[in-house]
């Protein structure tokens, strides 16, 4: 399993876009591995990650405990922590974003 802290602002950095870039390496190499994305305040994940179940906390969250046990209820669940709805939602974004690509193509080829 792979945490991924995210606070907002933090897409930016150079720095932890490599880190990314390794972490997902690790995860295309071994399969089961999950990927968790723990999102601080409003931040939002980065695209790669969307589709995965998010653990959201606040940065002056008092009780740590819902947290760490969301993070091993992610540790025991069998099969891969996607959200299908997100999932559904990213796939219809696409197609969508196809149509409108062909339909300017289909008008400049006029």
Do not use: C, H, Y
Not at 25 to 39: G, N, S, T
Request: hydrophobic share 45%.
């Amino acid at each position: 399993m792979i945490v991924f802290p995210i606070e907002p602002g933090w897409v930016k950095q150079p720095w932890l876009r490599n880190e990314w870039s390794t972490a997902l390496e690790a995860a295309w190499k071994v399969p089961p591995k999950r990927l968790i994305p723990v999102l601080i305040e409003d931040a939002k994940a980065p695209a790669f990650l969307r589709s995965n179940i998010a653990i959201r906390v606040g940065k002056r969250q008092k009780k740590l405990e819902p947290v760490v046990q969301s993070i091993v209820t992610a540790l025991r669940a069998d099969g891969p922590l996607t959200d299908r709805a997100a999932e559904a939602r990213e796939e219809a974004r696409r197609q969508k974003r196809l149509r409108e690509i062909r339909a300017e193509v289909e008008a400049l080829r006029g």
